[in-house]
Nanobody, 121 residues
Framework: QVQLVESGGGLVQAGGSLRLSCAAS????????MGWYRQAPGKPRELVAS???????NYADSVKGRFTISRDNAKNTVYLQMNSLKPEDTSVYYC???????????????WGKGTLVTVSS
């Protein structure tokens, strides 16, 4: 019913930049929060950044000042601009959205399949 498709991952050298995009499509009435999580091998998934429909943002301490999350509500799309990348940023990055498919229903969590970001030293 709802699909999230990420793009923009890849290989970059330390100090470089990448921009991730995630577009939500399907039976969408509204999206409250959109965010990016990441999971490195052998580690739990962690929040990287999130943004509400009103533009309020939240960042993990490890990415503050380097990553910027933004959102286009008209396109149901969220972006993650990643600058000054470090090898420890290497992970699979997952898009998340809290979606209401009907006005009378509560929001449900949807996830993308993930995009790999590899930062070489």
């Amino acid at each position: 019913q709802v699909q999230l498709v990420e793009s923009g991952g890849g290989l970059v050298q330390a100090g470089g930049s990448l921009r991730l995009s995630c577009a939500a499509s399907g039976s969408i009435y509204s999206i409250t929060v959109m965010g990016w999580y990441r999971q490195a091998p052998g580690k739990p998934r962690e929040l990287v950044a999130s943004i509400t429909s009103g533009g309020n943002t939240n960042y993990a301490d490890s990415v503050k000042g380097r990553f910027t999350i933004s959102r286009d509500n008209a396109k149901n799309t969220v972006y993650l601009q990643m600058n000054s990348l470090k090898p420890e940023d290497t992970s699979v990055y997952y898009c998340n959205a809290e979606v209401r498919i009907m006005p009378q229903l509560g929001a449900m969590d949807y996830w993308g399949k993930g995009t790999l970001v590899t930062v070489s030293s």
